[in-house]
């Protein structure tokens, strides 16, 4: 009788805290007027928070490397009541453009409240072919050039007391088939701006790092790309960039989307061996015969 009022007690404890970690306190009209950098804004999830942003009345910079494209997100946020919208067409592999980037935003907007580093290099969901210059390429795209902006963008978000916010991955926290090269570049991201954010708090800057975990969403390139290798669901974009445009306003240090990711995290090192497995069986592979 007192394991089963233990375990009840315990129960009771998570489920409260589940609710209060899952609680809203998401405040929409803090978006009004507030400036927003976001890349990789011309497709998929970045195209995806461009319009939350501008819906909730914000002024934004979006950049990416195809202007025409550009050109439209930004005539659509512009409909949708952003305050402002412009964009900077930049390619992030180039180790110059990061700095040109920032120093436009800050011209244009004249400070940042949220950097929002979405922008990834095309990844091909293949297995691991020993592309050394390929890996050195991403690794550019997706990694150094976040460190490159948030560093650029750093003195005017601790002006604003404002939010860095990082789009990563399941990959970039547990291993899977196919995204070696990609993989490598978000683990990165934890490692490098999980100390970051250790340090402001330390400087007692109050600039909050928001880490977004993303489980496979229905973009058209990620369709594209795993179309037939994998059967697992995917979830819908337009919802997975709200959930990161609101984790950048209430200063979570974490999100996760869909719950799913936040699920597999809490029981990736007890049992290992299983995960994996579990991984691996949503992957269509069959070996070549020998
Ligand atoms: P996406 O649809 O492929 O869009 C990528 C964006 O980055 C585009 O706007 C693209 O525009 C831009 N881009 C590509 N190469 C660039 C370069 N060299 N320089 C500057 N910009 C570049 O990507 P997504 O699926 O929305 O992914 C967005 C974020 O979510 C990424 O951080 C990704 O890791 C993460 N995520 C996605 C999934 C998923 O299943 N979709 C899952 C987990 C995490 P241009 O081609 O015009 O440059
Ligand atoms: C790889 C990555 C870059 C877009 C699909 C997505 C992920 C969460 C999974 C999850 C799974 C793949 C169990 O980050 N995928 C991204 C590919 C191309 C992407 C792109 O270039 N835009 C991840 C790991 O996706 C397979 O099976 C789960």
Known sequence: MRGITLLLSILAILA????????????????????????????????QMAYHYARFGAQIVLTARREAVLQKVMAKCLELGAK????????????TEPENLVRFALQHLGGLDYVVLNHIGSTPFEMWDGDMDQQRWLMQVNFFSYVAIASAALPALTESKGSLVVVSSLAGRIANPYVASYAATKFGLEGFFGSLRHELIM????????????????????MEKVKGKVNMSAAPASEAALAIVKGGVTRAAEIFYPWTVQLLFLIRDWFPDQRDKIIRGYYNYDPPHA
């Open 84 to 95: 402002k919208a412009i964009y900077f067409s930049a390619d992030m592999a180039s180790p």
């Open 16 to 47: 409260v805290w589940v609710a209060f970690s899952w609680r809203d306190t998401f405040e929409p009209e803090s978006l009004s007027g507030a400036r927003v950098l976001v890349t990789g804004a011309s497709d998929g999830i970045g195209e």
């Open 203 to 222: 400087q007692k800057k109050d600039v909050s790092i928001t880490l977004c975990f993303l489980g496979l969403i229905d973009t058209k390139n990620a």
